[in-house]
């Protein structure tokens, strides 16, 4: 090894390898770091997967029960209100018969049955992922079963609006049929305060016994199908 001497006349010593640099010793650093890897939105995601959805869709979408018992009940007030209606339209309209009026409510049942049907069928294959769902549908994204706590409120929610519905049905359909008669007469002793309340009161009571049974008895077909997929966490509603 030999010693030179630079024209400065500092002395430097040939063969020596160079020391590790700044930069050297920062990126040993970086790489003996532990990475540290934060939980993602996409847990989440996992998670409904291993619960039985489709990419976060659960299967059936709720809302089947609702809208059948809606449309058996918007069936009942047609046909009662049928003969009301045949009765002041026929004298008001003295060229149509009393079959073509008849025939004109049978046809507007069947079109509210078809578009009944059809949004019901649109909504399944939303779930399955079928068909795209258009705008968010809380029917479709809401979670999987409800909680114990939600499903006894459901319980309860049924059999009192059902007593309800069921002590107001009379009183709410003999006040709509005296409201086609009033409205057809102009008539604005027809509107009794006292039995308009009744029968919001049916309307009301009715469907959030519906709503409550839809929850109950989709929610519970739910389960049944995230059991037969195997075992996994089950997404509860506040969870």
Do not use: K, N
């Not at 992922?129 to 479709?140: H, P």
């Amino acid at each position: 090894m030999t010693v030179g001497e630079e024209p400065s006349g500092t002395a430097t010593v040939s063969g020596t390898a160079p020391g590790p640099t700044l930069e050297t010793r920062e990126s040993a650093h970086c790489l003996m770091r532990p990475r540290v890897v934060l939980p993602t939105m996409s847990t989440r995601v996992d998670a409904r997967e291993r619960t039985g959805s489709r990419d976060g869709r659960y299967v059936p979408a709720y809302g089947p029960v609702d809208a059948a018992l809606g449309y058996a009940l918007f069936y009942v007030v047609v046909d009662r209100a049928t003969p009301t209606v045949v009765d002041v339209f026929g004298g008001v309209l003295g060229d149509v018969t009393a079959s073509s009026i008849r025939l004109g409510l049978a046809a507007f049942l069947w079109f509210v049955l078809v578009v009944t049907a059809v949004d019901q069928a649109r909504r399944q294959l939303a779930a399955l992922g079928v068909v795209g769902d258009g705008e968010t549908d809380e029917s479709i994204w809401s979670p999987a079963v409800p909680s114990e706590t939600q499903a006894l409120a459901y319980v309860v929610l049924v059999v009192l609006g059902g007593l309800v519905a069921a002590w107001t049905f009379e009183g709410a359909i003999g006040t709509l049929v005296s409201l086609i008669r009033g409205v057809a007469a102009l008539d604005p002793g027809a509107f009794v305060l006292g039995e308009f309340l009744v029968m919001a009161l049916f309307f009301l009571s009715f469907e959030a016994a519906t709503y409550a049974a839809d929850r109950l008895l989709v929610g519970g077909t739910r389960a049944m199908l995230i059991e037969d997929r195997g075992p996994g966490d089950v997404d509860r509603d506040g969870t």
